[in-house]
């Protein structure tokens, strides 16, 4: 299995930020049970964003869950994380993630990361 993380490296304050994770060689529905978005911003440690279940269920961090959205294309077999109103402190490298447990910050196969920065 294979995770790519693609969408545009670079938001505008106040806008919505939009990234697809285009899994391959597996399945969404069969080959984890939970997809996962987490980023790394400069100088901090890695922050979970939030998963989605296998059958759809989806859970966010707390802090983040009234702008972040995270949903699945079985047909193309992607995830999307979608985080809206963003400022500076969103700036980061954002990965894509798969786990066999729902625990937040337990991850087994990643994608490769992609640089999203915030900035007018």
């Known amino acids: 299995v294979q995770l790519q993380e693609s969408g545009p490296g670079l938001v505008k304050p106040s806008q919505t930020l939009s990234l697809t994770c285009t899994v391959s060689?597996?399945?969404?529905?069969?080959?984890?049970?939970?997809w996962k978005w987490a980023r790394r911003a400069p100088g901090k440690r890695l922050e979970w964003v939030g998963s989605?279940?296998?059958?759809?269920?989806?859970y966010y961090h707390p802090f983040l869950k009234s702008r972040t959205s995270i949903s699945r294309d079985t047909t193309k077999n992607q995830i999307t994380l979608q985080l809206s109103s963003v400022t500076l402190e969103d700036t980061a490298v954002y990965y894509c993630?798969?786990?066999?447990?729902?625990?937040?910050?337990?991850?087994?196969?990643w994608g490769q990361g992609i640089q999203v920065t915030v900035s007018s």
């Open positions: 989605i279940g296998r059958a759809g269920d989806t």
């Open positions: 060689d597996g399945s969404i529905t069969t080959d984890a049970y939970y």
């Open positions: 993630a798969s786990a066999f447990t729902s625990e937040p910050n337990e991850y087994d196969l």
